[in-house]
């Protein structure tokens, strides 16, 4: 392990420095992006929080996916905004272990919040009969309350190890945060065998709940293929379809970024997929769950109605 020698106490997120002529745009393109992010998905929290109709296993967990989006994406585009906006990309050593720290916190309790979504619409199609008592209200708080703690240990064993790395310089973090690859491109020394410890982390921490989706799905194919009408078939897949979007959309960029050796890094298309994941997947969630989900579209109904014209 080598010692830490570091003599770098800031860095500079390149970002979208290249882009001169377009930071205006991204500016405003991103601002228009966060805000309806942070709105669609405080839409969902009030209405689950607020509607008794939705105070169920499955949009118990969905209230804490949106939770989840608003800090994952507050993380990251609100700094992108200043940098922007001001030029100014210097970001001290200590804010970006912090922003590393709250971006794998989140990153790693949606990978094991979105496995416990899929228990949750295994139970509900595959044992209807015993749903109530697998997904209890215990058992729902337990399961959540394991991924935020899952989350809070990854971040923190991640950063405390990037961080006790030497950084010698130079300084530039090709990307528009501090994302643990990016900032691994500029430790000092030979570092394949951290190298090593991170990627076989990240594929325990990623596939191994992805392992479980994929095993409720199957046991939820199984037994959708083995009811007998069309209509029946139609309407069990309907109620975890927008699941599988998310978990395909999430799993599929975190699986292409973080399951590889340094060297195959790439600072023209990673940040692109970083954007990804970061930024465009929290918007899609509220649409995918709202768009296609009656009962949420029903409890925004209702709720307007409440909220209708005060008299006078």
């Known amino acids: 392990m080598p010692t830490n020698t570091s003599v770098v106490t800031e860095f500079i997120l390149v970002g979208f420095s290249r882009l001169a002529d377009l ?4 500016f405003s393109f991103f601002l228009t992006v966060y805000v309806l992010t942070v709105a669609g998905n405080l839409l969902i929290v009030v209405l689950v929080s607020a509607d008794a109709a939705l105070r169920t ?12 989006e608003i800090g994952y994406t507050s993380v990251t585009v609100p700094l992108l905004l200043h940098h922007l906006l001001t030029g100014q990309r210097r970001i001290p050593r200590s804010g970006c272990a912090l922003q590393m720290f709250f971006f794998l916190l989140f990153g790693a309790t949606e990978c094991c919040l979105l496995a416990a979504m899929a228990y949750d619409r295994y139970a509900a199609i595959c044992q209807p009969l015993r749903y109530p008592l697998l997904l209890s209200q215990r058992t729902c ?5 394991s991924a935020w703690a899952c989350g809070a240990l990854v971040g923190l064993g991640h950063t405390s190890f990037v961080f006790s790395l030497p950084f010698c310089g130079p300084n530039a973090i090709p990307h528009f945060l501090c994302e643990i690859q990016a900032v691994l491109q500029l430790v ?6 951290n190298e090593l410890q991170i990627i076989l982390a990240a594929a325990l921490l990623i596939l191994c709940p992805f392992g ?7 046991r939820i194919l199984a037994t959708i ?5 069309a209509a029946g078939r139609l309407k069990a897949f309907s109620t975890c379809s927008s699941h599988l979007v998310v978990v395909c959309l999430f799993y599929g960029t975190a699986i292409f970024i973080y399951i590889r050796p340094k060297a195959s890094y790439d600072p023209a298309s990673d940040p692109l997929v970083s954007l990804f994941y970061a930024v465009v997947t929290p918007i899609l969630n509220p649409i995918i769950y709202s768009l296609r989900n009656a009962d949420v579209k029903a409890a925004l109904k209702r709720t307007i109605q409440k909220m209708g014209p005060a008299k006078i």
């Open 188 to 193: 000092c020394g030979n570092t394949s065998l």
């Open 225 to 229: 293929f083995r009811i007998p009408s």
């Open 141 to 145: 708080l337990c399961l959540a309350g």
């Open 23 to 26: 930071q205006g745009f991204l």
């Open 212 to 218: 479980l989706i994929l095993g409720s799905y199957g």
């Open 57 to 68: 296993p499955m949009y118990f967990f969905l209230r804490n996916l949106s939770t989840l």
